[in-house]
């Protein structure tokens, strides 16, 4: 199934937004800043998380099993979290994590726009 992300938006500087996006049937998922950009987080189906630096202490990633949904809390928010940001999910375990290359599945993307 294809992946739905939903929850983009804009907010003002140390804002916080929390995105969502529909997975079921993975075993590695992950959000990344643009298609085929910067990783941010990801997470496996037993719930080990990766951060990279940027945004360690100020985004967190989940998953809820039981509605199938990815989460990407964010908050801190500063202009250049600006981007359009993508889930992304693999059927096999978490190899790369942060790299996009390894991902198969992507959603179509929810844009993120933080002001000054």
């Known amino acids: 199934a294809p992946l739905v992300e939903s929850g983009g938006g804009s907010v003002p500087f140390g804002g916080s937004l929390r995105l969502s996006c529909k997975v079921s049937?993975?075993?590695?998922m992950a959000w990344f800043k643009e298609r085929q950009g910067t990783g941010l987080a990801s997470i496996d189906n037993?719930?080990?998380?990766r951060y990279a630096d940027a945004v360690k202490g100020r985004f967190t990633i989940t998953q809820d099993k039981s509605t199938g949904t990815l989460i990407l809390e964010m908050s801190g928010l500063k202009p250049e979290d600006t981007a359009t940001y993508y889930c992304?999910?693999?059927?096999?375990?978490?190899?790369?994590?942060?790299?996009?290359?390894?991902?198969?599945?992507w959603g179509q993307g929810t844009r993120v726009t933080v002001s000054a």
């Open positions: 992304a999910a693999e059927i096999y375990p978490c190899t790369g994590y942060l790299q996009p290359v390894l991902y198969t599945y």
């Open positions: 037993d719930g080990i998380t």
């Open positions: 049937g993975y075993q590695c």
